[in-house]
């Protein structure tokens, strides 16, 4: 059952889970209308005879609950159900929302606009933390992770991307039907739709991409060791976790880009074509192990994720022949001394979650953590820590522990000074 984000509580709902998303899309780029037939498959964890949904600015059309219609409100970014009959704990239903209009994403003031959001011509999705109403009835809280099944119809000369693995693709006059099959968990702030007019393209290693073509000359430059990096963090961190890595380069420009279960997104200014950008390639890479396979329990232990990403960047710097992670964490320890020093990562407010100093200090937590404990205790902490809480999801106290089983030395006091204390140690 899932239960309040302590950083987020107005999103998600209790007293149920979702175990499964069949999405149904149909998008018209042009007018940006989306139609969407969502049916969850829920597990109540507590008797219901109501139950919400979080969902956007949509005109709902129905609501049914095993079939059957029943009475609903939706306001506030809430959809609220009546439930028909009562629903007994441990009970699995079906509930059916069919729902129109243009898609909006979610405004915040800290983040800006979260969610399904217009290219100048097609469309991404771009929903942490909090994006994912912007498109589909969802429960949405990090804690929780669910199959999904999306099919989105858009006209023929687009290209639609979506997590997992397509597994139909129908013509159907003017419009081409894309069905995705994501089987393994996932939290809806990682659900994503990319839709374009892209060029469709393999890696070395077999892996997909969708890039304007444009850039297709640019991209192989800039990709091109992707597949490297790919056998360096498989090696470091254990299996891929899923059952492919898609890369999307949009035709626009992106301020940073974005990682979703399977499948990355970049800015056609993140493509230069000198590997200017690589670090983010490996950044966005390596988040499938770290942030997708293991989740977050709580939105206030965001280090993990964006700790073990930055690092993975020095990690890739050091393997391809540029600066060793020893050097790249002088300079961050530098960097981040000539900037205040009070911000506590694993605990750092929902106003900073994202803040630069979380994935600096969290990468060089780890670095001090690896000189500490020696590459060998380190890197076999790390491939525990993906194999045991693989498609599941984690805290801080359990990688912590985790840590503490590889080494003699107690960590709690370097952990607390790393993570909990203001000042940088």
Known sequence: MALKDSYLPAHGNTGYRVAHYDLEIDYKPIAARLSGRARLTVVAGEALTSFALDLG???VDRVLVEGKPVRYTHGG???????????????????????VGTP???RTRAWGDLGWDQLTDGAIVASQPIGAPSWFPCNDTVREKATYQISVTAPSPYTVLANGVLVDGKVGGSTTTWVYVQDVPMATYLATVQIGQYEELELADGQPAAVPSRLVAKFATDFGRQPAMMTLFERLFGPYPFGQYAVVVTDDDLEVPIEAQGLSVFGANHVDGRRGYERLVAHELAHQWFGNSVGLADWRDIWLNEGFAAYSEWLWSEESGGPSASVLSTRARALLNRQPQNIKIGDPGVQDMFDDRVYKRGALALHTLRTALGDAAFFSAVREWTHTYRHRTATTDQFIAVAQRHTARPLASFFRSWLFEGRLP
């Open 57 to 59: 600015t949509f005109k």
């Open 77 to 99: 970014g809430k959809l609220r159900v009546r439930a028909g009959k009562p629903i007994a704990a441990g009970t699995r239903f079906t509930v059916e929302v069919r729902y």
């Open 104 to 106: 909006r994403p979610i």
